[in-house]
Nanobody, 124 residues
């Protein structure tokens, strides 16, 4: 079992930055690809970013490329999402997620574990 706890959400103005963190429990963190999904009001949950177990391979949804950076610290069982140049359309609840494969991180049905979510609100 892996438990995921997000932090770092909040209210920020357009163009601002936030850094999300996700702390994982258990000793198997390094065996999972990790990532972030988000859900905006009235919309389905969507994939945002993911990072391979090795920390070297990453993938992003097109709308955040060049603005968001995902990273991980396997020694601290933590994954981060640095969000820069935030826009109102980035508003939503951000969920940390874990999957056995990097490709699986982009498919809802392949996610093995979810966090409870942290709210990000970007004001215009």
């Amino acid at each position: 079992q892996v438990q995921l706890v997000e932090s770092g959400g909040g209210l920020v103005q357009t163009g601002g930055s936030l850094r999300l963190s996700c702390a994982a429990s258990g000793r198997t963190f390094s065996t999972y690809s990790m990532g972030w999904w988000r859900q905006s009001p009235g919309k389905e949950r969507e994939f945002v970013a993911a990072i391979h177990q090795n920390g070297g391979d990453t993938t992003y949804v097109g709308s955040v490329k060049g603005r968001f950076i995902i990273s991980r610290d396997n020694g601290k069982s933590t994954v981060f999402l640095q969000m820069n140049g935030l826009k109102p359309e980035d508003t939503g609840v951000y969920y940390c997620a874990a999957s056995e494969t990097l490709g699986g991180m982009t498919r809802y049905e392949a996610i093995d574990y979810w966090g409870q979510g942290t709210q990000v609100t970007v004001s215009s």
